[in-house]
Antibody
Framework: QVQLQQSGPGLVKPSQTLSLTCAIS??????????WDWIRQSPSRGLEWLGR?????????DYAVSVKSRITINPDTSKNQFSLQLNSVTPEDTAVYYC???????????????WGQGTLVTVSS | QSVLTQPPSASGTPGQRVTISCSGS????????VYWYQQLPGAAPKLLIT???QRPSGVPDRFSGLKSGTSASLAISGLRSEDEADYYC???????????FGGGTKLTVL
């Protein structure tokens, strides 16, 4: 049973960096049968995929165009977790942030089947 | 504006069958799988339908998915009060190289 446990601050000041971590149990961040995603949800933007990291002989990252210049997703194999960093945040980045697992097989990945509990991050001074 | 288009609301009475539509384009639904999620208040989305019409383990067979061209639909038969939730469609978009979602449909069980 895969479980994802999120941690990180719920309040970030404008122009600063939003940082969240997702600890994985029941699977491995290095698995070649998964990708590890960050998704956010807000009333104004709905559900928005932010990006993912995955290992296929080497590490890969894919990022959404809307945040590509500001986002970094990093794996941490020593702790079996992955993290999200979003730079230069504004109040528009206020949202519930989720980490999630994309199951993959045969070179294809499928929409996330396991989600973290969600973290409400508010951007405010 | 969400890439996939859903009606904002739907409703039905207990026992009834309801359908929720999801409209996309040739870069997403037209060439890739469609997925459906159920989101209860305060909870993370739960995968309801995967790869157009397959139910993950534990999802009742009252839920079914259908895809045709650039559109898809979720059907819920034998509607129950616990089905009252928000429902989202999702898919991979080849032009955007990322996952896209519908704006969500709030289902009310009258």
């Amino acid at each position: 049973q895969v479980q994802l446990q999120q941690s990180g601050p719920g309040l970030v000041k404008p122009s600063q960096t939003l940082s969240l971590t997702c600890a994985i149990s029941g699977d491995s961040v290095s698995s070649n049968r998964a990708a590890w995603d960050w998704i956010r949800q807000s009333p104004s933007r709905g559900l928005e995929w932010l990006g993912r990291t995955y290992y296929r002989s080497k590490w890969h990252n894919d990022y959404a165009v809307s945040v590509k210049s500001r986002i970094t997703i990093n794996p941490d194999t020593s702790k079996n977790q992955f993290s999200l960093q979003l730079n230069s945040v504004t109040p528009e980045d206020t949202a519930v942030y989720y980490c999630a697992r994309e199951p993959c097989s045969g070179g294809s990945c499928y929409s996330s089947d396991n989600w973290g509990q969600g973290t409400l991050v508010t951007v405010s001074s | 504006q969400s890439v996939l288009t859903q009606p904002p609301s739907a409703s039905g009475t207990p026992g009834q069958r309801v359908t929720i539509s999801c409209s996309g384009s040739s870069s997403n639904i037209g060439i890739n799988y469609v997925y459906w999620y159920q989101q209860l208040p305060g909870a993370a989305p739960k995968l309801l339908i995967t790869r157009n019409n397959q139910r993950p383990s534990g999802v009742p067979d009252r839920f079914s998915g259908l895809k045709s061209g650039t559109s898809a639909s979720l059907a819920i038969s034998g509607l129950r009060s616990e089905d009252e939730a928000d429902y989202y469609c999702a898919g991979w978009d080849d032009s955007l190289s990322g996952w896209v979602f519908g704006g969500g449909t709030k289902l009310t069980v009258l």
